[in-house]
């Protein structure tokens, strides 16, 4: 039973934390704001944008996208009134933002200045900002012919890298060009010169922020273009930045390892979440229960929280505009999220009998192992958990560079340097840390502070009430890390592994493979090859292609690749950079070995204590478009 006290208090505090989804306006448009463009960017046309049935009715979306985690990336003001760098047209302009693949949204109750999906108004020590919230990262579009399919949680195409590198550019050029400065400032204030200094410091630091978090490894910059971001690095650098105030240049790693933003489905319902699990939604610690609210909070430290690792005088933790009421309202909201089913009212039809020979190819070939063989996960069941399946890099032979580096990187400690790393007073921080500890501490610590622009009484008992719905309001009680088909929670070598996931709803989430690297589902059934063999003819997955389009392919499962000579400015993906490999997980052509499993599913060890494994015999094409048919059915 539940001690009392801590009953009264959620009770008290529910009203203060209760998801008041109606704060989008009493009417809403049933098209949730979407904004249909017309030949956009990249020869991509919507006259109408619809949604499919995932549990979230059209207020709920608009909650998901409008309401903020506490993430300060620029003054609101600036961000909104900013011009491009050529010519006067905003920014903020639907034309450009979609260029770097946002969602455009008309004006609405809570978004009257119609900024794309997940971008946000925050306020914070009596200050405006423009923010990011899940959603800026985490809703896709799909579009086909005419039509605009939004999914609530799935992947975006967004370039975060590129349309922050233009930003910075147009902050330069506002601030050098008087002319495009006044009349920025006129629509800002009546106190050009307070407008005047804000630019300054706004471009000095964006700049600095750039120039720390270039994706170089070696001689390359290895760019992420569309779809793709090193979320992992960047938040890594900022907690590293933090720690070293005022030295963030000299502290810092490449983030060069992007990966495909995940889709959010099942998210509260698994044990763990990341592309390498490196955080679990509960270890069964006391720490361990609050799983869901630490990734959060890791997450919005990332993205642009105003925060400092110093300790506070006459409080506890550190001071954050993380909004961890909103961060636990935001988790519960996924909760009730599903996959989108295949619209057939959109897309071509499924071949239901080419789905069923699919589907006997799908368990002949034992996928289920690794994406849930559990006969009680269902996508609309509430109370549907997933324990995740982890393969170890070296045996998928996927690109190893993003599990490597969340391992291997290491950081100055900065104002940690002599501080206690957990519980154990006798383990402390040396001058130098791996970064993966540092951001657990720091998290830590701005949970356990209290929101500062709320009263003492108030900000306690909603932190009372976070802490109270993070205990005993995960879905996920324990979680133990099934790599290879055992349990591994050794560090770091557990780390050094990829997820499987359950694959309802992967019809709407390409590029595949963790870090995007393969266009479509028909290429993921298809071997990596040279460049001499594709060049013979030999069916292949592509070496280079192009990100960007919308477009859906309802054949191969993928999106539409656009000419690169008729639209120059559209990202070729190579495979052949660092970071960018599309090797690996080919157990349908023969290439990737499959560990043994006995009747428990649990590996099998040869006598000298290796994996006992097999080659399984490459799939015909029949087999082939047979099981893509059937993954459009999941």
């Known amino acids: 039973m539940k001690p009392i006290y801590i009953i009264a208090a959620a009770v008290i505090t529910s009203t203060l934390a209760s998801c008041t989804y109606t704060s989008q306006g009493v009417v809403v448009s049933k098209d949730r704001y979407a904004e249909a463009l017309q030949k956009d960017h990249f020869g991509d046309s919507a006259e109408k944008t619809v949604y499919l049935d995932q549990n979230w009715d059209r207020w709920d979306s608009l909650w998901f996208y ?7 990336f620029l003054p609101y003001d600036i961000f909104v009134n900013l011009e491009q760098k050529d010519g006067q047209v905003l920014f903020k302009d639907s034309g450009n933002m979609s260029k770097y693949r946002y969602l455009t949204q008309r004006d609405s109750w809570d978004n009257p200045d119609g900024l794309p999906v997940g971008f946000v108004k925050d306020s914070y020590q009596g200050n405006d900002y423009i923010g990011f919230t899940c959603a800026a990262c985490h809703t896709g579009q799909i579009n086909y012919k005419g039509t605009g399919i939004r999914i609530d949680g799935g992947p975006a195409l967004a370039d975060m890298d590129g349309m922050l590198l233009a930003l910075e550019a147009a902050l330069l050029a506002t601030q050098n060009d008087e002319e495009k400065f006044q009349r920025m400032a006129t629509r800002v204030s009546n106190d050009h010169e307070v407008v005047r200094q804000d630019l300054i410091a706004t471009t000095e630091r964006l700049a600095l922020y750039n120039k720390v978090n270039r994706p170089t490894n070696g001689s390359h910059t290895v760019n992420y273009g569309y779809g793709r971001l090193d979320a992992f690095g960047r938040i890594y650098n900022r907690v590293l930045g933090h720690l070293t105030p005022g030295d963030e240049i000299n502290n810092f790693n490449p983030p060069n390892a992007p990966v495909s933003y995940p889709y959010l489905w099942d998210t509260p319902q698994h044990d763990f979440v990341q592309w390498n699990g490196v955080a679990d939604n509960n270890d069964g610690s006391l720490a361990g229960f609050l799983g869901p609210l630490g990734r959060n909070t890791g997450e919005v430290l990332g993205v642009f929280a105003t925060f400092s690792l110093e ?10 505009s993380a909004d961890k009421r909103n961060l636990v309202r935001l988790e519960k909201h996924l909760v009730e999220l599903e996959s989108p089913l295949w619209p057939e009212d959109i897309l071509p039809k499924i071949d239901r009998q080419l789905a069923h020979e699919g589907e006997a190819v799908y368990k002949a070939y034992k996928c289920q192992l690794c994406h849930s063989d559990d006969d009680e996960f269902i996508r609309n069941n509430p109370k549907r958990l997933v324990t995740a399946q982890f393969a170890s890099v070296d045996i998928i032979g996927t690109d190893k560079q993003m599990a490597s580096n969340a391992i291997e990187y290491k950081g100055k400690t900065g104002l940690f340097n002599g501080e206690i790393i957990g519980l154990d007073p006798r383990e402390k921080f040396g001058e130098e840390t791996p970064v993966v500890t540092a951001l657990t501490k720091a998290a830590q610590g701005v949970i356990i502070a209290r929101d500062p622009d709320k009263s003492w009484l108030r900000g306690r008992a909603e932190w009372l009430y ?12 324990k979680s133990e890390r099934h790599v290879d088909f055992e349990i591994n929670d050794a560090f770091p070598s557990s780390l050094n592994a990829y997820k499987a996931r359950p694959l309802n709803g992967i ?11 393969v266009p479509s589902l028909y290429e993921m059934l298809l071997p990596s090859c040279s460049d001499a063999e594709i060049a013979a003819g030999n069916p292949c997955r592509p070496n280079r292609f192009t990100v960007a389009s919308r477009e859906m392919d309802p054949k191969k499962v993928g999106l539409e690749q656009r000419d690169i000579s008729e639209y120059p400015s559209i990202f070729e993906f190579d495979t052949s950079l660092p970071g960018n490999s599309n090797a690996g997980h080919e157990y349908a052509v023969g290439k990737t070995v499959v560990i043994k499993v006995d009747a428990d599913g649990r590996a099998i060890r040869n006598a000298d204590g290796s994996f006992a494994t097999e080659t399984l015999p490459p799939i015909n094409d029949e087999q082939r478009w047979a099981l893509v048919e059937y993954l459009k059915t999941l």
Do not use: R
């Open 311 to 320: 300790k506070q005088k006459k409080h506890l933790g550190y001071k954050a």
């Open 466 to 477: 976070d802490i109270v719905i993070a205990l005993f309001d995960n879905p996920v009680k």
């Open 507 to 517: 019809w709407a989430t390409a590029p595949y493979l963790h870090n995007g690297s």
């Open 66 to 72: 409008n309401t903020t985690q506490g993430s300060n």
